[in-house]
Nanobody
Framework: QGRLVESGGGLVQAGGSLRLTCSFPGSTLSANAMGWFRQAPGKAREFVAAINWNGATTHYTDSVRGRFTIDRDNARNALYLQMNSLKPEDTAAYYC??????????????????WGQGTQVTVSS
């Protein structure tokens, strides 16, 4: 329970798009709020986006609002991050995470209990 697996990262040119997927086998996390974070080399882990348990409420950091979209499909046990208009500064390892709350959309890493291993996104200029 609580196992998260990210996929979908890769190398893309500036202006391009990628769709990240976070799989959470079983139904143990379908009632949890979830989020995406990213971490560039030498920098702290940074909040990207969060979504409540049923997808009705979302929250984004200012730098990605309007370019990224978070959504989830609990029937498929999956969380997604659609990333459009990518910029070189979006380059980082991206992590999905699940909190213990169904609805609180937290932006601090310590509010999340389960974490994936990360997937690398590299945006070339």
């Amino acid at each position: 329970q609580g196992r998260l697996v990210e996929s979908g990262g890769g190398l893309v040119q500036a202006g391009g798009s990628l769709r990240l997927t976070c799989s959470f086998p079983g139904s143990t996390l379908s009632a949890n709020a979830m989020g995406w974070f990213r971490q560039a080399p030498g920098k702290a882990r940074e909040f990207v986006a969060a979504i409540n348990w049923n997808g009705a409420t979302t929250h984004y950091t200012d730098s990605v609002r309007g370019r990224f979209t978070i959504d989830r499909d609990n029937a498929r046990n999956a969380l997604y991050l659609q990333m459009n208009s990518l910029k070189p500064e979006d380059t980082a390892a991206y992590y999905c995470a699940a909190s213990l709350s169904p609805s609180h959309l937290e932006s601090r890493p310590y509010e999340y209990y389960y974490w994936g291993q990360g997937t690398q996104v590299t945006v070339s200029s």
